[in-house]
């Protein structure tokens, strides 16, 4: 099923076309309207009318997160504010948060775009949605809300939070699709079965998850407990939120609104475009955006583009799900090592639980690391002896994982902190 047939399976070359009439457009408005694009592309002697192929936009400079911290809060905002209808910003866990804005048209492209991912994921007006995810400044929850309503469906927008309740809704209210950060269904899931609650008497069908990393391995995880067909969503604040990549149910790579998106994947370090199907960090710009349109943008996602057709029958290109951020990524004696594949490992070992946290620290000049690992009750309260091979067992696949040694420190069921919103799998304690 599809949203919007003749955009979702339009022929690629014809596709590219309307993609480039919409660059042409876009890099002329921000040249007009946001003195930030005008003043770097002057200064740089581009002239936007030499733009003239898709490939041209290589010509251009890319927008980072630190272009749009200058420029807080409306800076590169294309309209006059009186024009704008709706203000997001992304949480900043470091620095100043980003600011974005919304006209009129930009809600309703929005919505359109994510009613194509929820239809692409299984969704349709029967179902009884329940959101998960904040509602405020965090895009999750209204960008999801608007796209489920467009849709037509019943939406339950409970936000984030109050495990407990969520479950009784989910249960009275009778949700079919739930939507949140994988982490924070994993932990409805975990809290269903300590409640006692036997899954069959809920109504879930479909789970639609994004807003941060996660592997197949807890897909898995994830569909075995709630019993549904989960989805990996993808989008980020500063483009528009959700709405920009997702799954259908094939379930293999998020089809990208190419339409709406013109995306690139470069090498971080030379900054030149990988060779197709690599991976490398997405570069996003927009072609439809008013309010906040970007050129370029550096996503520090790290990605690859998968050049196949779908069966589904989209056109619009998947990329694969994204393992995990370049600012993320840390050099534990000179090896890169992404949190993504220690939650593989850790996943596969039995006995643990799906739930871990990295500590970084530093000894002298070397990066010190130790993965705490949650461990079922009745192994962390075996013998010594056994809890010592289990460690020895993680420690061994770690180490052919990753290629280098890192610690590993048992920890009793739920020490590791829970969250409702995006999980904090890494602290770095190096910053401190
Ligand atoms: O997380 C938007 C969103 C909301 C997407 C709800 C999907 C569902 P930000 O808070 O600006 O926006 O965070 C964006 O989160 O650059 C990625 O690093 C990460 N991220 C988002 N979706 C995924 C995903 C929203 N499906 C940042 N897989 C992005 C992995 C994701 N990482």
Redesign the pocket.
């Known amino acids: 099923m599809y949203w919007e047939p003749e955009n979702e399976t339009m022929k690629r070359d014809e596709r590219e076309q309307l993609q480039l009439e919409r660059l042409e457009a876009t890099l002329n408005r921000v040249h007009m309207n946001v003195p930030f694009y005008r003043k770097k592309f002057d200064s740089l002697g581009i002239d936007t009318d030499d733009i003239r192929s898709l490939d041209d936009i290589r010509k251009l400079p890319f927008t980072t997160k630190n272009d749009l911290r200058d420029n807080y809060p409306y800076g590169l905002f294309a309209v006059p504010l009186r024009e704008v209808v709706r203000i997001h910003a992304?949480?900043g866990t470091t620095g100043m948060s980003?600011v974005v804005g919304y006209t009129k048209n930009d809600i309703k492209t929005w919505s359109n775009l994510v009613a194509r991912i929820l239809t692409a994921a299984g969704i349709t007006k029967d179902d009884v949605i329940q959101i998960a995810?904040g509602y405020g400044l965090?895009?999750?929850?209204f960008?999801?809300h608007y796209g489920a309503e467009r849709i037509g469906a019943s939406v339950i927008p409970i936000s984030s939070g109050n495990t407990a309740r969520q479950i009784k809704i989910m249960q009275d209210f009778r949700t079919t699709a739930l939507?949140c950060?994988?982490s924070y269904a994993l932990l409805i899931a975990d809290t269903i079965a300590e409640m006692g609650i036997g899954i069959n008497s809920f109504s879930l069908k479909y789970g639609?998850?994004?807003?941060?990393?996660?592997s197949e391995a807890m897909r898995k995880e994830i569909q075995d407990k709630l019993k549904i067909v989960a989805t990996?969503?993808?989008?980020?604040?500063?483009?528009?939120?959700?709405?920009?990549?997702?799954e259908c149910t094939e379930r293999n790579g998020?089809h990208i609104n190419e339409d709406h998106f013109l995306v690139e994947v470069i090498n971080p370090e030379t900054l030149e475009a990988v060779a197709p199907g690599e991976v490398g960090e997405l570069v996003i710009t927009t072609l439809t955006k008013e309010a906040f349109p970007v050129i370029r943008f550096r996503?520090?996602?790290l990605t690859r583009l998968i050049p196949e057709p779908c069966p589904c029958g989209r056109t619009l290109r998947r990329m694969h799900?994204?393992m995990?951020?370049t600012d993320?990524m840390l050099i534990i004696k000179g090896v890169n090592v992404f949190p993504s594949q220690i939650e593989h490992v850790l996943f596969d070992i039995e006995g643990t639980e799906p739930h871990y946290q990295i500590i970084v620290d530093r000894k002298g000049a070397m990066d010190d690391v130790t993965v705490k690992v949650e461990v079922s009750e009745p192994i962390f309260f075996d013998e010594m002896k056994k809890q010592n091979e289990l460690v020895d067992l993680i420690k061994r696949r770690l180490a052919s994982e990753l290629g280098i040694g890192v610690g590993v420190k048992l920890v009793e069921k739920k020490s590791i902190e829970r969250s409702e919103g995006?999980a904090k799998r890494v602290i770095d304690l190096r910053k401190i």
Do not use: C
């Open positions: 992304s949480s980003t995810f965090f895009t999750g929850g960008g999801l939507i950060t994988p639609l998850f994004g807003a941060e990393p996660w990996d969503n993808y989008g980020l604040s500063e483009v528009m939120g959700p709405g920009v990549a997702g998020l996503t520090r996602d799900r994204v995990g951020r993320d995006k």
